[in-house]
């Protein structure tokens, strides 16, 4: 589904991603399942953001400056991949299990499907059997590549774009757009709806149980509601392997509000579902950017993240 060429045109004039702030770097990570981290790339002029792992396990896909970019492991040089077709693109985007396209979320607040070789996006919302007005922001995709699963914001007010009166929920939907399905329905502020390994659950997290985020998980049809983690820190994103025998998430000091950029963060490192258990393998100056999405290589070995230092 093609957009429509007055309002591309109209867009390139939108800011296209975050930047960074004086003296600072963005800089990727690899960790493993022992819980080692280690440097892989750093820049000083471009702000990366969110990697993903190619099927092939050669290559990590990173955001910047709304474009999609390719991260070769092996040889570290970042890489544009040529699309069209779409608004600058977000930090919302998972892998196709084809390993040939990319599903991403756009600033249209629309979700697109982009070959990863490069070329033109097709849309993937906004039809017949979506929800008017809607906002859709990607995180997860189930394990044969059929279903998306998003977080969907409703303003109140009903204005495009109006956050600050959203409601925010877990939907998911076919990737050829049909079937939309509303699968959480609370008042209380919920982000980054992954679907498990095994596509029996989706994984998420939400404020409904005690007023700050806690990491969740949900059936697909929306029964069978359970909470995760239970402490003082706000919880963000859960991220389980592909063999399920991990999982990830990001955890911000206690009383911090939504998921903001440049605050001190902890990457926590989890064995099988025990996901109140997980242990710290990092902590740095991140947040925003740095684990938005799955960052699993396919053996579910390793992951990535990135970390945002600032010089003093």
């Known amino acids: 589904m093609p957009i429509d060429q007055d309002d591309a045109t109209a867009r390139e004039a939108e800011p296209r991603g975050r930047t960074l702030l004086p003296g600072q770097r963005s800089v990727v990570h690899l960790a493993d399942t022992s819980g080692a981290v280690r440097e892989l790339w750093s820049s000083d002029t471009v702000l990366v953001e969110a990697p993903n792992w190619t099927l092939d396990g050669s290559a990590l896909l990173l955001n910047a400056d709304g474009d999609l970019w390719r991260l070769p492991v092996d040889q570290p040089v970042l890489e544009r991949i040529p699309t069209s077709g779409h608004p600058p693109l977000n930090n919302d985007h998972v892998l196709d299990p084809d390993g040939e396209h990319v599903f991403a979320s756009a600033n249209d607040w629309h979700l697109y499907r982009i070959p990863l070789a490069g070329g033109a996006a097709e849309r993937i919302t906004g039809g017949p059997d979506d929800r008017p007005g809607l906002m859709h922001f990607l995180h997860g995709v189930s394990p044969d590549g059929g279903t998306l699963a998003f977080i969907g914001l409703e303003p109140a007010s009903g204005v495009d774009g109006d956050f600050g009166t959203a409601r925010s929920n877990v939907f998911t939907i076919r990737a050829d757009g049909s079937d939309l399905r509303q699968v959480t329905d609370d008042a209380a502020p919920t982000d980054g709806s992954e679907f498990a390994s095994d596509g029996e659950w989706i ?110």
């Open 203 to 312: 994984l998420f997290n939400t404020e409904v149980f005690d007023g700050h985020a806690q990491l969740a998980r949900i059936r697909p049809d929306g029964t069978g509601l359970e909470q995760l983690t239970f402490d003082e820190r706000v919880n963000w994103f859960p991220h389980p392997s592909p063999t399920g025998a991990h999982g990830y998430f990001l955890a911000y000091p206690p009383a911090t509000t939504g998921h903001p950029a440049d605050r001190p963060v902890e990457v926590r490192l989890v064995e099988g579902e025990r996901w109140s258990e997980g242990r710290t393998i990092a902590a740095f100056n991140g947040g925003q950017g740095t684990l938005n999405v799955n960052g699993w290589d396919p053996t579910g070995t390793r992951f990535a993240f990135v970390s945002y230092p600032i010089a003093d």
